[in-house]
């Protein structure tokens, strides 16, 4: 895979290795990154999804900045909870979370997303604690872990050494066009220049939309040693 770097002089390369444990890539070049540079899969400034991708957690789960356009400052309810972990994963860091978002927000979390890594802290977490929960059979047949009653799901995608505490009726699929073909000029298909080849476009214009990021949270910066057996 390949990440475009949206700096300046935007720079592209090739992920060559991950480190889940300490939540580092290795690229196949060296890259001077400014703080704050966006970073984006893509193989050259102009094949990039730079203007593709939905806003995501990050975005809607922040204390400061700008969400949807709306200027966060003064607004309580839109102030979504970072809460550092600073070290190993416990049972009363995550607790703390849930208690955040409880006295500071208007109802409790009913999700945690997190990466595979994450998970298999939480696992020898318990297995440490001499505790083992049966898994929890969701919708659609899709089966998590609990924390005191919440599902733990894991996402491939997820950035790692996090834990994303979520209230899902919090958020909405804004959506202008639905998937589809891009009709251009009365037609779908079109030639691909000097070559035996048509091309066409599925397009859908939508985002990923939190009502109120004051109910969500992130517990970040879990570190510690990767359980037996990895992730």
């Known amino acids: ?104 927000g208007t109802t409790e979390p009913d999700l945690i997303i997190t990466d595979h890594l994450t998970r298999s802290r939480y696992e020898a977490l318990l297995t440490s604690l001499k505790r083992f929960v049966n898994p929890m059979q969701l919708e659609g047949g899709f089966k998590a872990i609990e924390f005191d009653g919440l599902p733990i799901v894991v996402d491939k995608d997820a950035p790692p050494q996090r834990m994303w505490f979520l209230n899902t009726r919090d958020w909405l699929w804004y959506s202008m066009k639905d998937i589809g073909w891009l009709d251009r000029h009365g037609a779908i298909l079109h030639p691909v220049p000097d070559m035996d080849a048509w091309k066409a476009y599925l397009t859908t214009y939508r985002e990923l939309v939190c009502r109120r990021p004051n109910n969500q949270a992130v517990l970040f910066n879990i570190v510690g040693e990767e359980p037996a057996g990895g992730s």
């Open 1 to 104: 895979m390949s990440l475009f770097f949206d700096d300046s002089t935007p720079v592209v390369a090739k992920v060559t290795g991950v480190n889940p444990s300490a939540g580092t890539i290795t690229l196949d070049q060296n890259v001077t990154v400014a703080q704050d540079v966006r970073i984006y899969r893509g193989d050259s400034g102009a094949l990039n999804n730079k203007d593709g991708e939905l806003l995501g957690l990050p975005a809607a789960i922040s204390a400061t900045g700008t969400y949807l356009g709306i200027d966060r400052t003064g607004k309580p309810e839109w102030q979504g909870h970072l809460v550092d972990c600073n070290g190993p994963l416990s049972l009363q860091a995550m607790r703390a979370v849930v208690d955040t978002i409880s006295i500071y």
